[in-house]
T-cell receptor, first 113, second 114 residues
Framework: DTEVTQTPKHLVMGMTNKKSLKCEQH?????MYWYKQKAKKPPELMFV???????INESVPSRFSPECPNSSLLNLHLHALQPEDSALYLC????????????FGPGTRLTVT | AQSVTQLDSHVSVSEGTPVLLRCNYS??????LFWYVQHPNKGLQLLLK??????LVKGINGFEAEFKKSETSFHLTKPSAHMSDAAEYFC????????????FGQGTRLTINP
């Protein structure tokens, strides 16, 4: 099974709302990632978890809060977002070490109003 | 430091004709190189990968790429384009031994004309 799943597919939220994005993989991967992708641009790395511990934070604003409850799940908690945070949020997973390829989920399309 | 340059932001071909998407890379280490495809409003799908084995790499959906160290290139080709190939394609480099940061090219949008 090479599938990464993400929920919800679409999310509309106001600037005062709190919401969460969820990601799940069952490939036995121990590295998981959050990316943000704006239209017509490549994905931008936000966070990396390795063995369920946060290993990379790419200077992301604190209104984005990641969480890795176990080796299969990754959450992204959202609070007090700005309209410019509207984007496609992609989750990915990979082996730690190995040849480096990452497997991506279908993404959550987030709109902040 | 590593970098990736996709030489064309947009490529347009007719259905049934060959596809060539060009990618040059820069890396201080032996790299892993990947091509990903992204259809509109979808996630990224791994097309193929080079990891220091054979220099000609075959991927899914009839795509292949050739690693040329002397030219620092990793161009993606397909002999005959299909309408379903219309998408955004990203050339990506990673340090071998699985560094957890991928470096993406800016993408090439492939359009297929009937």
């Amino acid at each position: 099974d090479t599938e990464v799943t993400q929920t919800p597919k679409h999310l509309v939220m106001g600037m005062t709302n709190k919401k969460s994005l969820k990601c799940e993989q069952h490939m036995g991967h121990r590295a998981m990632y959050w990316y943000k992708q704006k239209a017509k641009k490549p994905p931008e790395l936000m966070f990396v978890y390795s063995y369920e511990k946060l290993s990379i934070n790419e200077s992301v604003p604190s209104r984005f809060s990641p969480e890795c409850p176990n080796s299969s799940l990754l959450n992204l908690h959202l609070h007090a977002l700005q309209p410019e945070d509207s984007a496609l949020y992609l989750c990915a997973s990979s082996q730690v070490g190995g040849t480096g390829e990452q497997y991506f989920g279908p993404g959550t399309r987030l709109t902040v109003t | 430091a590593q970098s990736v340059t996709q030489l064309d932001s947009h490529v347009s071909v007719s259905e049934g004709t060959p596809v060539l998407l060009r990618c040059n890379y820069s890396s201080s280490y032996s790299p892993s190189l990947f091509w990903y495809v992204q259809h509109p409003n979808k996630g990224l799908q791994l097309l193929l990968k080079y990891t220091s084995a054979a220099t000609l790499v075959k991927g899914i959906n009839g795509f292949e790429a050739e690693f040329k160290k002397s030219e620092t290139s990793f161009h993606l080709t397909k002999p005959s384009a299909h309408m379903s190939d219309a998408a955004e394609y990203f050339c990506v480099v990673s340090r071998i031994q699985g560094a957890q940061k991928l470096v993406f090219g800016q993408g090439t949008r492939l359009t297929i004309n009937p």
